[in-house]
């Protein structure tokens, strides 16, 4: 028997996310083989000679025990025949391994969201972010078996940041464009940020630092606190981006956790409780509350999340949360 890890690639990639490629390393560590999805064509023919076609040579001459489905693919034509073969396969468990919850962003409408919550239920086992996904998708009307991930892993090649001075700073890695928050935090601490289209108009103490791939990006974040934030505004995290932080776990807390850098998150975020359970960072209602609560924090206090952070970014750097899904697969 044969256990797949199914996963899209993206346009001009050989692969996927930072996220995506990480567990597909994970789970081919754990004796799964790992097949691509192309879901970019440049017509309507290509893609239904694809789809009906290269994809269907998937299911033949194999004895298929747990096809893992790195969740959305960006085609639903193209997934829900993908699907459909799965459970055309004897004694075969199809288990979508969700990213993203297309129909939990704002912008969706109900017909996606029914769409999304068909095919949810069409699934063995679904793996998801967190607590607060799992109740969501239940009261929305997903009735199969779900694991919890916990947080994400990170594969981070960069040694981990131990040894660094407590001197209030903080930084902020993503995509720029829809952090609009930017333009209007005043604070009299540094925050640095990364990424790509970073806002115009910013105060001088918020510092573009530029933009790197995820393997150099490690080696920048030399602050003492990882920002989790997202939305247009201050007093809590807004739009269709910050909405989202109820439910999901964002990736860049993996990327400061596996890099040594305690957290900073909003206290309504999903992740939150993760974070104050592990003790490993602080939560805030408001960015405005920043600069007292780094002034407020003693170096031996900051000193305690730090030693945290360290211990559980070998965790994540070696796929702790990905193979202890992994195992539980095994033993459905």
């Known amino acids: 028997m044969t256990n797949f890890i199914v996963t899209s690639s993206e346009p001009g990639k050989m692969g996927g996310s930072k996220a995506k490629e990480d567990i597909v390393d994970f789970f081919e560590q754990n004796n799964y083989s ?9 017509s309507k023919l290509a893609k239904l000679w694809y789809t009906h076609t290269y ?3 998937f299911f033949k001459n194999k004895e298929i025990e747990n096809v893992v489905i790195q969740y959305p693919i960006p085609s639903p034509y193209m997934i829900n025949n993908f699907v459909n073969g799965v459970k055309k396969q004897d004694g075969a468990k199809l288990i979508f391994w969700i990213h993203d919850i297309q129909s939990l962003q704002r912008y969706q409408g109900q017909k996606k969201k029914k769409w999304e919550i068909d095919l949810f239920n069409m699934a063995d086992v679904l793996v998801v972010h967190n607590e607060k996904m799992q109740t969501w998708l239940e009261e ?6 779900m694991i919890v991930l916990g947080i994400f892993d990170y594969d ?3 040694p981990i940041q131990e040894n660094v001075p407590y001197e209030k700073t903080i930084c902020f890695a993503g995509a720029l464009f829809k952090s609009t928050f930017l333009s209007k935090l005043k604070m009299k601490h540094q925050l640095y940020t990364f990424g790509p289209d970073m806002p115009k108009e910013h ?5 573009y630092s530029g933009q790197f791939t995820p393997e150099e990006l490690p080696s920048h974040l030399t602050q003492n ?15 269709t981006f910050g909405h989202y932080q109820l439910f999901n776990n964002p990736h ?11 957290v900073i998150i909003w206290s309504k975020a999903a992740l939150a409780d993760f974070v104050l359970e592990n003790k490993i960072g602080v939560v805030v209602d408001s960015l405005e509350e920043l600069d ?14 730090k030693n945290n952070v360290v211990k559980l970014a070998e965790k994540l750097r070696s796929g702790y949360f990905t193979k202890n899904v992994i195992k539980q697969l095994a033993e459905i």
């Open 225 to 239: 606190f990882g920002l989790i934030w997202d939305g247009p505004e201050i007093q809590t995290c807004a739009g």
């Open 140 to 145: 929305n009307g997903v009735h199969a078996p």
């Open 292 to 305: 007292d609560l780094l002034d407020n924090l003693s170096e031996e206090d900051y000193l305690v999340l």
């Open 203 to 207: 105060s001088n103490n918020i510092i």
């Open 252 to 262: 860049k807390a993996s990327l400061y956790i596996s890099t040594g850098i305690p």
């Open 156 to 158: 981070n090649p960069v």
């Open 55 to 57: 994809l269907m040579r």
């Open 34 to 42: 790992s097949f691509r999805v192309n879901p970019y064509h440049a």
